[in-house]
């Protein structure tokens, strides 16, 4: 009596696993796993015809071998993995070494409905985005849709929608997604927690899903060719997204692989070798890897940069250009480009334009707007006085934990030392916490975030190296201890709480080495409609806007404006937007956002670097 869609996902999954041959079945399977590329899995399954060739990315392969697309988006799901389901040596995904299959990323191997219910994303309120001002420019925008259900997906990806229990798209995804899947390139700027993650990856799967590249597989054996490439400028951020990426392409076909610095790269190289549609990786390691000819980016059709304005920004930009404009990556045009962050600073937008060809721009939000989820606080707190202040604010919220159990609480300061020893105090005084920096291995690194998301360890101490990108359930408080440099920072910072639709809280300590951010602050915390101390209203009436990195520009400050629409941006009148054919049909006219902070362009010429004494984490 299938009922209900889980039914649904169980009965499918069922067909599937017999016509894979993944059951008691699976002693017909070659004893080699073979890996073949999605372009090439609509072929008959292997029961009833010779093997496809074992082409394109795979070590094994040493003829140059033609291939042609083909209709593989209207076979059933089942076809797509006709070519490398098998036994021997384990396969793809299978780290444990027995029979070849895909690991289920959902951990429902027995499909029963009460998992699904139980998953994460229940409760979430997404109609707190729903009136949210959206903006988009740039020629012939595709019309943004508001169900899953309107956009042909394919059939596979559709269901893994559904056990993530996505039931309909956040704003983000309802512009992006028909803007990624009309092949044009992107420029997306939305709130911390909105759900951009799977607005660049769903286009990323479906299109290679639907495989009609026609593309040559190259003569490397060993060098792994991969369709997509996905930028993100931390290890763990990595990790997170390819965690989604496998569960979005659960069953499709499509495998993706994760690389990044301070892990072995033996084991990264053997899962290359096995075969790859999408690659996600850190710029470093990449470049390791690219280096060594042991990846190839000359079949790239898509490459998606997360948190992009940090990307480009001057840690990053030597790095992100070797890769992307000085290896063998097919140039803006031929691949499609999809940038995305919650801030976008118009100067990094003008950087980004170089990768880009006839981009849409798209700003869901003005500046930081998710925050209007998350209570901001900003307290007068001396340097002295910080720790017994956080104590303060810790026992408090003990107090209100439910049960007795501390609520997860994210502590941000300025330096690794600085984390250290707070964690060290912490600990002393009956706070079970751990560190984040960029000191510690990522092995440690890796267990303290596990720590803390298990809430064993209910407070995590961290560096810049957390800001941006973790999406970590039922982070309950973000504590500026040490206040940012930059606003840009702030916003990413907070975001790591009121996700997803769920309300947050964010207190900021702030004394006199802060002036220069009572500004940018006070103006963030009005337009996230947040109630203003009279004090820091004070402080930032005081405070100039002499040219740092923290002022606001024309509107533009968060990505609320495209800078091709900007006349101090545009070389030569025109270079850059021609004809500023605004398309702006959802969302406040053109100007609308955040005027009122000063002259235009004003982001100034500030540095743009990672946080200080963190630069050793963004690899
Ligand atoms: N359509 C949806 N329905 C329900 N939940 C969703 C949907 N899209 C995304 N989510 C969930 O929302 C959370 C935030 O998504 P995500 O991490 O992609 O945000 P983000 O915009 O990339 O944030 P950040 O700017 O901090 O990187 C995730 O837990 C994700 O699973």
Not at 224 to 234: D, E, Q
Not at 237 to 245: F, K, P, V
Not at 504 to 530: I, K, Y
Request: proline content about 6%; hydrophobic content about 35%; glycine content about 12%.
């Amino acid at each position: 009596m299938p009922t209900s869609w889980a039914d649904s996902v169980a009965a499918a999954e069922n067909s599937a696993a017999g016509s894979y041959g993944l059951g008691s079945s699976n002693s017909l399977a070659p004893s080699r796993p073979t890996y073949v590329p999605p372009h090439l899995r609509n072929r008959p399954s292997s029961s009833e015809a010779a093997p496809p060739p074992a082409a394109t990315n795979s070590g094994s392969t040493s003829a140059i071998t033609a291939v042609s697309g083909g209709n593989r988006w209207a076979a059933p799901r089942n076809d797509f993995r006709s070519g490398y389901v098998s036994g021997g040596r384990g396969g793809w995904n299978n780290r444990s070494g027995g029979r070849d299959r895909e690991v289920n990323p959902f951990g429902d191997e027995n499909g029963s409905e009460q998992q699904f219910v139980d998953q994460e994303n229940s409760g979430i309120n997404f109609d707190a985005y729903e009136d949210i001002p959206v903006e988009t420019s740039g020629d012939n925008v595709p019309p943004p849709v508001n169900t899953f259900a309107e956009i042909d997906l394919g059939e596979a990806l559709n269901l893994n929608i559904r056990r993530c229990k996505y039931v309909k798209p956040t704003p983000v995804q309802r512009h992006a997604i028909p803007i990624s899947l009309g092949g044009r390139d992107l420029m997306a700027c939305a709130q911390t927690g909105s759900g951009k993650t799977a607005a660049f990856c769903f286009p990323i799967i479906s299109g290679i899903m639907r495989g009609q590249f026609g593309q040559r597989a190259p003569r490397m054996p060993r060098t792994a060719c991969p369709l997509a490439l996905i930028l993100s400028p931390t290890r763990e951020l990595s990790c997170q997204i390819h965690e989604e990426a496998r569960k979005f392409a659960y069953q499709t076909g499509v495998k993706v692989v994760v690389a990044y610095g301070g892990a072995p790269i033996n084991q990264q190289l053997r899962e290359l070798e096995r075969g790859v549609d999408i690659l996600v990786a850190t710029p470093g390691r990449l470049v390791d890897l690219l280096e060594r000819a042991r990846v190839s980016l000359q079949l790239i059709r898509y490459l998606a940069l997360d948190e992009a304005d940090r990307m480009l920004d001057m840690g990053f930009e030597p790095q992100i250009r070797k890769i992307v404009q000085q290896m063998d990556m097919p140039p803006p045009g031929v691949r499609q480009t999809m940038l995305f962050s919650a801030t976008f600073p118009k100067e990094i937008q003008r950087l980004a334009s170089d990768f880009l060809a006839n981009y849409i721009f798209l700003a869901v939000g003005r500046v930081g707007s998710s925050t209007d989820l998350i209570a901001q606080r900003v307290e007068y707190v001396q340097e002295s006085d910080k720790r017994s202040h956080l104590m303060d604010l810790l026992h408090a919220q003990r107090a209100n934990g439910s049960h007795g159990k501390q609520a997860l609480t994210l502590v941000f300061v300025e330096t690794k030392k600085g984390a250290d020893s707070l964690e060290y105090w912490l600990c002393m005084n009956g706070f079970p916490a751990t560190t984040i920096h960029g000191d510690r291995s990522q092995q440690e690194r890796e267990q303290a975030l596990r720590s803390f998301k298990s809430g064993n360890t209910p407070i995590l101490v961290a560096t810049d190296v957390a800001a941006r990108g973790l999406d970590i359930p039922h982070v309950a408080h973000v504590v500026n201890f040490d206040l940012p440099n930059d606003i840009d920072d702030y916003v990413h910072r907070i975001g790591r709480t009121g996700r997803a639709g769920k309300s947050g809280l964010a207190t900021a300590f702030f004394n006199d080495n802060n002036a220069s951010m009572a500004r940018p602050l006070s103006d963030l915390m009005q337009e996230a409609n947040q109630e203003v101390p009279a004090w820091l209203a004070r402080y930032a009436a005081r405070a100039s806007y002499g040219g740092g990195k923290n002022r606001r520009g024309g509107g533009g400050r968060f990505g609320g404006r495209d800078f091709r629409r900007d006349s101090n941006f545009n070389r030569g009148g025109g270079d850059y937007y021609g004809g500023g054919n605004m398309n702006n049909a959802y969302g406040p006219p053109g100007g609308g956002y955040g005027g009122g902070y000063g002259a235009p362009g004003g982001y100034g010429g500030g540095g743009y670097g990672p946080g200080s004494g963190v630069a050793s984490a963004w690899d």
